[in-house]
């Protein structure tokens, strides 16, 4: 995990499913306000999220080099083979295969990125 990440992300932090076939890595923080979002809501709306994220999640603590060992479930989820791409995206990071993001950036265009920041105004 690189430098930066775990300055944000801290001494021990959670990686889980994320969308698109990608890790999600939250700081500890992060990870035990994304449980208690999830738990927050209506039993029947929460049942998939809390089976999606919890049950794959696994807790990281990188050795002195930065390393983390994946779970061989996450790295088979997001396609983990060889060629990674650690992504920054506000509160938490992101493990893609590099050719699984290429892909993702070349499918995503500009104007679709300006209409949701319009529906947002941001």
């Known amino acids: 995990m690189p430098a930066k990440f775990r300055e944000e992300l801290g001494e021990v932090f959670y990686a889980t499913k994320?969308?698109?076939?990608?890790?999600?890595?939250?700081?500890?923080?992060?990870?035990?306000?994304?449980?208690?979002?999830?738990?927050?809501l209506p039993s029947g709306q929460a049942k998939d999220l809390r089976r999606f994220f919890f049950s794959s999640a696994a807790e990281l603590i990188p050795d002195k080099q930065g390393r983390v060992l994946i779970p061989q479930m996450l790295r088979d989820y997001a396609h983990l083979d060889k060629d990674i791409i650690i992504i920054g995206t506000g509160s938490r990071a992101e493990i893609w295969d590099i050719a699984r993001w290429n892909k993702y950036n070349d499918d995503i265009s500009e104007s679709q990125v300006l209409e949701i920041m319009s529906m947002y105004e941001i």
């Open 18 to 40: 994320g969308t698109d076939e990608s890790i999600m890595v939250l700081s500890a923080e992060g990870w035990e306000e994304l449980g208690k979002r999830i738990c927050s």
